[in-house]
């Protein structure tokens, strides 16, 4: 499976982004699909993840700000993301866990200007 993402780029702070991504071929409804994302010198750490017909899983950071969402009929997976802050700046990848397999996709990033 390859995932393309797309969407990321330069917002102030209070701003907002929405960024997409979309899977080569179906990701079966049951499995997951989300976005992680990485700053230089720090680990991959978790935004929001989302199995349909289940609520999102967001990180701590981003939760009241951010909403995944899936669209299983376009293979796509959004991240829609509002009152951005400098710290949310990064490089946002997409992520998809499909039985014992995980892709992920190439990143896009997101700056957020103070």
């Known amino acids: 499976v390859q995932l393309q993402a797309s969407g990321g780029g330069l917002v102030q702070a209070g701003g907002s982004l929405r960024l997409s991504c979309t899977a080569s071929r179906t990701i079966h409804s049951s499995n997951v699909m989300g976005w992680y994302r990485q700053t230089p010198g720090k680990q991959r750490e978790l935004v929001a993840t989302l199995r349909s017909g289940r609520d999102g899983n967001y990180g701590d950071s981003v939760r009241g700000r951010f909403t995944i969402s899936r669209d299983n009929a376009k293979n796509t997976v959004y991240l829609e993301m509002n009152s951005l802050k400098p710290e949310d700046t990064a490089v946002y990848y997409c992520?998809?866990?499909?039985?014992?397999?995980?892709?992920w996709g190439q990143g896009t990033l997101v700056t957020v200007s103070s």
């Open positions: 992520y998809a866990k499909e039985g014992g397999a995980t892709y």
